[in-house]
């Protein structure tokens, strides 16, 4: 249950992240809130989880868990840089990453 619980999250800490960087409400916005799940249905049915109340309140706040820290996220680095809606393109653009990569050469 831990491994499908930690997935939601690190599943859905980019989706946060989009979400945070669009309008309330637009298309977008719909999307990256909206996406991810068809995923974590896959996982509950593939992992056999069932539909008790439990796993349903646990897969629940992992969700919410993952799209609040990718808020924060992106919140956090828009004070500091210029930022993009996508996460991945950001942590690349970011200096801290060629600082990382530096010391591996």
């Given at each position: 249950?831990?491994?499908?619980?930690?997935?939601?999250?690190?599943?859905?800490?980019?989706?946060g992240y989009w979400r945070e960087s669009v309008n309330?409400?637009?298309?977008?916005?719909?999307?990256?809130?909206?996406?991810?799940?068809?995923?974590?249905?896959?996982?509950?049915i593939r992992m056999g989880l069932g539909w008790e109340?439990?796993?349903?309140?646990?897969?629940?706040?992992?969700?919410?868990?993952?799209?609040?820290?990718?808020?924060?996220?992106?919140?956090?680095?828009?004070?500091?840089?210029?930022?993009?809606?996508?996460?991945?393109?950001?942590?690349?653009?970011?200096?801290?990453?060629?600082?990382?990569?530096?010391?591996?050469?």
């Open positions: 249950m831990s491994m499908i619980l930690t997935t939601v999250i690190l599943l859905n800490i980019p989706f309330k409400f637009s298309f977008q916005w719909f999307l990256s809130i909206h996406l991810p799940v068809p995923v974590i249905m896959f996982l509950r109340l439990t796993t349903y309140l646990m897969l629940a706040g992992a969700y919410f868990t993952g799209q609040c820290l990718g808020a924060m996220w992106h919140r956090r680095w828009k004070k500091s840089m210029r930022l993009s809606s996508c996460l991945v393109l950001d942590i690349l653009r970011s200096r801290w990453i060629i600082i990382i990569f530096r010391r591996y050469l």
